[in-house]
């Protein structure tokens, strides 16, 4: 057990590209944490997804030890967040296990939109932020600009900002100086009942699943018994230990500190990310504020695209349940598509992160439906239905009425885009409710209905915005609507998996574009092909793809036989990647591209 | 049954891979190259026909064709050679066909009078253009007057003359092709091969149009009407199209070209230069070195693969609906064994696009420019 107050947690924000990873990687290296022989850049990124993405998905977390200046010898946790909307609740825990942050930024950039939303992350969980500006090597170095820009636009003082180049060294001491003598010490007794926040799991092969926690007060021993406060499961504490970043065990963690414990715990949806844990007797009885059940706000069907691959895709995707408490699944079955599953999600990228991984890690390849939420339908008769996917839509005749999830949506965003954002949340059936300034900064809240927002909002924001907004929300709870169920037929056949529910009044646009984006997305074939959009038997919006009028090889000799018959081989095989529907083929992509709006 | 080479045809193929320039939009396999050691071409040719003669002793041979590349850049003393050796191994049919590509330059129009002594009958100039201005764009060494001049000596050098045409061209309206087109014709070809542009990935066009370059070519609308154009004013003028590209008098098709189409056998000699023989019951496909060089050096160096019953009747589909008298659906069914869907079939031919009378089956008007896709709906997986 250390002593408090040789202790110091602390997070790094940082936009993608200014150097998170290598700024990690150094303070690794300049401690001796990690011997020269096995370092490899971006160590604390585990999956092939995050490095490419650039995006932190699970917390990683390092310990570094550090003899100061000073003579004394110092503790130094670094949790490493992920810094996603998406994943803005397990950010906020992560944050949470810290006591402060620092704020790296490429000096030859400035300060961007996804530094915000987590600086105000670590603002919001009271952290102690030291400015870094990072890249000083480069010509385009400008630190007195980037640091004008961080008190401006952030409102913190960067006049101590530390000028670092994580790619040279330079900086890395005073980095390490500054965690020291200017982040606060954690608080906490070690003689109280134990308290730890459970800030992020995860399965191990050898291990079973590994907690990563954050002791508040007690101490957590070897071979204790623990509860989880909220699922209220016991389990008997196989190993305690740290990361440095591999696993080195230890006997004890007590206040303050951060490290992972074993138990036995088979699957990862039994803990829960922002759970208390304690110890089963004489624990404590004050859960930690702010939990919240994670809780799959999108949905999806997954199919997979050679029909024979469905077995594959249960087995994929269990596995994957395993270790991701967020993400459900149930299986659908569709006219169109076949056996797959209907699964449920945090958000958009999280739907994307394990839609790659089911097709990288388990070499499925995937359709994706359209995502939905879920509405709550009240029928008739009394009951209430809750609906994920609009293809199980009752009959109009028997609903009373339908209610939609809003969320409240923050969004900060510099004034010259202000414009922008306000059209497009009004675009989106939003209703304002907030508008402040902060600076050159608006801070603009809305009511929006998630299902305007779970698709491409986000995607929409970054462009109209150049990137420069951030954006958070919360759920508010459902409302009723004048919402119908939108069907798409091609070739007069209905297609169930573009099925889309649709606010009444603008039902006609959404049709208009979908049938038009189908148009550009099916390719023409031998005859004209209507496309249309419908609401019951009623046809709000139609295209007319035509008919295919030339398609023929102009030369073809004995020298050609070959390659024309390869030529056809493959134009055959992307066919059968198609999904046909009557006599109508239709590309994968078109099941997401359709929904996808350019205004 | 008969072997391919008795029902379909028997015909032997010469790469020559060099030209004077390389042309803008052309993806076979030509090289420009300043020092030609003609008699070591000649020994190479020469010991692969040896050789092929070896493995087809008793056949008649129908065709023999000079492709290139520019073969009328060839010495006609070693043309004639070739032709020797020929004659000494198979029985030329009667009515055996013997054709040299050329362009129409006053150099090289210079050598017809020595390959026709050689044994060349027909010859497939590579007009491409009836105008300077477009022949420049095209990348072509001669001029309109010269291909004239050309046309004009072939006819009355050698016994038949195919040209060809380039259409559907930057900037090329459907008035300016029926100008053309009808000038071409009055020229009294026996054969006509009428090719729309196509840009090939790895061309200097390909290119260019890659590069957002490339301006005026017509769009699906316009290459089809001037497909059309142009079946019904070689039709009038009495060379109805046989091939989707190719016009002739009846009577007056290549045979050479034939006997690729009806699925017959061929000997493919010279760099990249494919063949497909029928030899002890299995059906050879042959490919050989693209380097120029490299195959001078090991010009018996070749890849042979057997094609199976399927892939037999892929390149049946694919090379006999390119005929106006379509495929035989026995043929298909007893020689290699392939069914088409019914469905399939159905499909095609209640949206017009295929004919059947009897076992012949055959795209219609309708069908032809489409004809990539029927063959993606036709070919079994």
């Not at chain 1, 065990?249 to 759970?275: N, Y």
């Not at chain 2, 029985?91 to 044994?119: C, K, M, Q, W």
Request: overall charge negative.
């Amino acid at each position: 057990m250390t002593d408090l107050k040789h202790i110091r947690n602390f997070s790094i924000v940082a936009h993608i590209d200014h150097g998170k990873s290598t700024l990690a990687d150094r303070l690794i290296q300049e401690t001796g944490t990690v011997k020269e022989r096995d370092m490899q850049a971006q160590l604390l990124d585990s999956m092939d997804i995050e490095r490419e993405r650039g995006i932190t998905i699970k917390a990683n977390t390092v310990r570094i030890d550090y003899t100061a200046d000073n003579g004394e010898a110092y503790v130094l946790n670094l949790i490493d967040t992920p810094g996603h909307v998406d994943f803005a609740y397990e950010v906020s825990r992560s944050m949470r296990a810290v006591e402060g942050s620092l704020l790296v930024v490429d000096s030859t950039q400035g300060v961007e939109a996804q530094t915000l939303a987590n600086v105000y992350q670590a603002i919001d969980a009271d952290h102690e932020i030291v400015p870094v500006l990072n890249k000083i090597d480069l010509p385009a170095s400008d630190c007195d600009r980037v640091a004008e820009q961080i008190e401006d636009v952030i409102g913190i003082d960067a006049t101590g900002a530390i000028q670092v180049s994580a790619k040279t060294g330079q900086g890395i001491h005073e980095t390490l100086e500054a965690i020291v003598n200017e982040l606060p010490a954690p608080q906490g007794d070690p003689d109280a009942p134990l308290k730890a926040m459970l800030v992020d799991s995860w399965y191990d092969a050898y291990l079973g699943v590994i907690v990563l926690i954050r002791v508040i007060d007690g101490k957590l021993k070897k071979g204790e018994r623990i509860r989880m406060m909220h699922t209220d499961a016991v389990y008997p504490v196989d190993r305690i230990g740290v990361f440095r970043p591999q696993m080195e065990m230890i006997d004890e963690l007590g206040p303050g500190e951060i490290g992972f414990l074993t138990a036995s715990i088979k699957q990862v949806r039994d803990t829960r990310v922002g759970d208390t844990v304690t110890h089963e007797k004489k624990g404590t009885t004050d859960a930690l504020p702010g939990f919240k059940p994670a809780q799959p706000v999108v949905f999806c069907g997954l199919f997979p695209v050679d029909n024979a691959e469905f077995e594959d895709l249960r087995d994929s995707i269990e596995k994957l349940a395993l270790n991701d408490a967020s993400f459900s699944s149930e299986m659908e079955t569709s006219a169109a598509l076949g056996f797959g599953f209907r699964c449920g999600f945090l958000g958009l990228l999280h739907l994307e992160v394990i839609r790659d991984r089911i097709e990288r890690e388990y070499n499925i390849e995937l359709i994706t439906t359209a995502p939905s939420v879920i509405y709550h339908v009240y029928m008739k008769d009394g009951e209430k239905i809750e609906l994920h996917n609009p293809a199980d839509m009752p009959d109009l005749s028997k609903v009373d009425h339908l209610e939609e999830p809003r969320i409240k949506a923050t969004i900060l965003v510099p004034d010259e885009y202000l414009g922008d954002v306000l059209k497009l949340c009004q675009d989106r059936r939003g209703i304002q409710i907030d508008l402040t300034y902060a600076g050159s900064r608006a801070m603009v809240v809305y009511d929006l209905p998630l299902n305007e927002v779970v698709f491409d909002f986000y995607d929409r924001l970054k462009s109209v915005t150049k990137g420069y907004a951030s954006f958070d929300y919360q759920m508010e709870g459902y409302r009723e609507d004048n919402l119908v169920k939108m069907s798409i037929l091609v070739n007069d056949e209905p297609v169930d998996a573009l099925s889309t529910m649709v606010h009444r009044d603008r039902a006609e646009m959404r049709g208009r574009a979908m049938v038009e984006k189908l148009k550009d997305l099916i390719p023409r074939h031998m005859f004209k092909i209507p496309i249309q959009a419908a609401i019951g038997g009623k046809v709000i919006a139609r295209e007319t793809l035509s008919a295919m009028r030339k398609d023929v090889t102009a030369k073809c000799y004995g020298g050609d036989a070959t390659r024309k018959k390869k030529l056809l081989e493959k134009q055959k095989a992307g066919k059968k990647k198609m999904r046909q529907f009557g006599k109508v083929d239709i590309p994968q992509e078109a099941f997401i591209s359709a929904l996808k709006m350019d205004s | 049954m008969p072997e391919n080479w008795q029902e379909a045809g028997f015909g032997l193929y010469l790469h020559w891979p060099f030209c004077a320039a390389k042309c803008p939009y052309c993806d076979f396999n030509s090289h420009v190259s300043s020092s030609i050691d003609q008699d070591a071409w000649q020994a190479a040719y020469l010991s692969e026909i040896d050789r092929y003669a070896a493995l087809t002793p008793g056949r008649v041979l129908d065709s023999v064709y000079f492709g290139g590349g520019t073969p009328s850049l060839m010495r006609p003393d070693v043309v004639s050679a070739l032709l020797d050796r020929v004659a000494s191994h198979w029985t030329l049919a009667n009515d055996v066909e013997i054709t040299l590509e050329a362009n129409p330059t006053s150099i090289e129009a210079a050598n017809f009078a020595g390959y026709r002594a050689g044994g060349v009958n027909r010859v497939s100039i590579g007009v491409q253009a009836l105008n300077d201005e477009d022949l420049r764009r095209l990348g072509r060494m001669h001029s309109m007057e010269e291909a004239k001049q050309a046309l004009i000596l072939a006819k009355t050098t050698f016994e038949r003359v195919n040209f060809d045409l380039i259409y559907a061209r930057q900037d090329q309206s459907l008035d300016a092709w029926r100008a053309e087109l009808t000038q071409a014709l009055a020229m009294e070809p026996d054969h006509l091969s009428l090719y729309q542009l196509t840009i090939e990935p790895g061309t200097a066009f390909g290119d260019r149009f890659a590069a957002g370059g490339l301006h005026g070519l017509p769009g699906d609308d316009l290459s089809v009407d001037q497909f059309f154009l142009t079946q019904e004013l070689c039709e009038k003028a009495g060379l109805p199209a046989y091939e989707v590209s190719n016009h002739a008098k009846p009577g007056q098709e290549s045979r050479h070209n034939l006997v690729y189409w009806r699925g017959g056998d061929w000997i493919g000699i010279g760099p990249g230069a494919h063949g497909r023989l029928t030899l002890g019951g299995s059906r050879i496909g042959t490919e050989t070195e693209l380097n120029p060089l490299k195959w001078l050096a090991n010009p018996a160096q070749n890849i042979r693969e057997t094609l199976a019953l399927d892939e037999q009747a892929t390149e049946y589909l694919l090379m006999g609906l390119r005929l106006q008298e379509g495929i035989d659906l026995l043929r298909l069914r007893t020689r290699y064994g392939v069914t088409l869907k019914d469905s399939k079939i159905k499909d095609l031919l209640e949206l017009s696009l295929i004919e059947i009378e009897g076992d012949i089956l055959k795209t219609s008007r309708e069908g032809r420019p489409v004809l990539n896709a029927i063959l993606r709906e036709l070919v079994p997986d």
